[in-house]
């Protein structure tokens, strides 16, 4: 059985490690690797390596962000990266092409391949980001694919609601969270070796990316938790990894940088701190504040409150452990200090064990003609 599996990003390819370990050593699969997007660009890490130094073979680079992230420029990247990816379903063919998420590049590499008949599998599929365009491009990805494969079993009520279609949606969890017990994390002193960061002191994990609904929402909001971080700083030392490629994303980018010229013994940035350091600064770390789905998803078996900002992630599913607040420095302020020695003991909505496997057999299971 041929599979190929389409990754864009760090945070696409940190979900999909516990599904890559089984597809590589399961003998009766042939996997094909496919990465894009930031992977490829070093202002975001070059993240490719780090798949290279997992033991992956990658079997096809395409270097498909070739405009900036103004609005414009997105739709030329979507536009260019759709003409790629036309190429490549035209030389090749697999049996199953596995995709993930909400991402504009992910979205463009599938719709590409519609015309040729590409079998797509997406894999978080039937949630909502009501905050974000990539609401959009999720659906666009589960309306070509062939199989979903959804987080919370509920979800496949939206799927079957959006595609028209019955039996294509299955309940597999959040697979990323098999890397907490799958992947070794590291003790203090090795992470402070590694990235020379002491989590021994008090810690604020942070990951901001832009609001892409309304864009323009951007200015004042960097201003706010501008304002709340050189509040936060004075008493806690800030880790931010870096925001993605999205709609003025480089504005953020730019007022953390400028902030650590500043702070520089108390903000760290990192592009990208991979699955393993990510998670063992989740586990260290006092909270996390931000907009990201990590927060959403994996901060709850960390045992760990999130500060959610704004609208990005609004629509989510989530646990009691996700403290919604505005971009509005005083309100980031008072949240955070309530939660900032609080530790969450619900449960976590997206954990399932060994989702990964039963992806693997649906997936053998549909080629081989047993529904």
């Not at 599929?125 to 609401?135: F, L, M, R, V």
């Not at 304002?227 to 709609?247: G, H, K």
Request: charged residues 20%; glycine residues 6%.
């Amino acid at each position: 059985m041929k599979i190929a599996v389409l990754t864009s990003s760090r945070a696409d390819y940190g979900i999909y490690l516990p599904l890559l370990k089984r597809l590589k050593e399961d003998a009766d699969i042939q996997l094909s690797i496919i990465a894009f997007g930031t992977h490829l660009k070093a202002q975001f890490g070059k993240t490719i390596d780090q798949i290279k130094n997992d033991g992956y073979t990658i079997t096809k680079q395409i270097d498909n962000l070739k405009y900036g992230d103004n609005p414009q420029d997105i739709a030329l990247n979507y536009a260019y990266t759709t003409k790629l990816f036309a190429e490549l379903w035209n030389d090749t063919s697999y049996n199953y092409v596995i995709c993930l998420g909400d991402r504009y590049e992910m979205a463009a590499a599938v719709n590409a391949g519609i015309p040729f008949g590409v079998k797509f599998v997406h894999i978080h599929a039937g949630e909502t980001s009501e905050g974000a365009i990539d609401n959009i491009y999720r659906d666009q990805i589960s309306l070509a694919s062939t199989l979903h494969f959804v987080a919370i079993e509920s979800f496949t009520k939206r799927i079957k609601a959006l595609t028209k279609k019955k039996n294509t949606s299955h309940f597999c969890g959040a697979i990323g969270l098999e890397n907490i017990n799958g992947v070794k994390l590291l003790s203090k002193k090795e992470f402070y070796a590694k990235w020379q960061i002491d989590l021994k002191l008090p810690t604020i994990l942070m990951t901001v990316h832009p609001e892409t609904i309304d864009p323009t929402a951007n200015h004042s909001h960097i201003e706010e938790l501008k304002t709340a971080l050189i509040v936060l700083l004075e008493r806690s030392q800030v880790l931010v990894t870096m925001p993605n490629a999205d709609t003025l994303g480089s504005m953020y980018r730019t007022m953390f940088k400028k902030l650590k010229d500043k702070y520089p013994i108390k903000l760290f940035l990192v592009e990208n701190l991979g699955t393993q350091s990510y998670f063992t600064a989740m586990k260290y770390c006092k909270l996390l504040i931000g907009n990201t789905s990590s927060g959403i998803i994996e901060a709850a078996s960390f045992k760990k409150f999130v500060i959610n900002l704004g609208n990005r992630q609004l629509g989510r599913a989530h646990g009691e452990n996700v403290i919604h607040v505005p971009f509005d420095c005083k309100k980031i302020i008072s949240k955070a200090m309530i939660y900032f020695d609080s530790i969450y003991t619900g449960m976590n909505i997206y954990e399932l064990k060994n989702g990964s496997a039963q992806i693997i057999k649906i997936l053998k299971d549909k080629l081989n003609g047993i529904s």
